[in-house]
């Protein structure tokens, strides 16, 4: 059991190893400069940004999830973040499309640059892992479908975020502070 453990540790690093250290840069420089931030993934994809969007929060950005009750209109000055693994999906290529005709900004993290949503984007961030997308065949993951894919977008986010909290200067305890008192 201890070998699949190490297999899936392995599988999940090996996407960050070769991502675009500069192309995580500007996504963080974009996000930093919006004036309110709104996310959207699908699937196993959205409960990963969803947790990106609440250590947003805690940041003190100006963050929600496309879908909860309290997300406002999108526009001018806004950003639009979307992870789309794969590169296409219907909701996604529709969200893209309001985001753009609003004048947000688009940011899109996925595997699969070549695809419709992340050609639609102003900034693409490519996380280099398997998904749905390309799942089936001699050489795929250990771990099923998108998991890969989904694995490491956690950990890409948490650094993300440790970026973010050094390039706004924001302290652990105001971290902290910004954390519900309602659990």
Known sequence: MTSMYRTALEELAAPLDRIDEAAVDRAVETIAAARHITVYAGGREGLQIR??????????LSVSVVGDMTTPAIGKGDLFLNVCGPGEISTAVALVGVARNAGARVLVITAQPQGRVPQMA???????????????????????????????LFVLFEVMILKLKARLDISAERMRANHTNME
């Open 51 to 60: 947790g990106f969007a609440m250590r947003l929060f805690h940041l003190g």
């Open 122 to 152: 102003d900034e693409v961030l490519v996380l280099p892992a398997q998904t749905m997308a390309d799942d089936q065949g001699a050489k795929v993951s250990l771990l099923p479908m998108g998991s890969v894919f989904e694995g490491s």
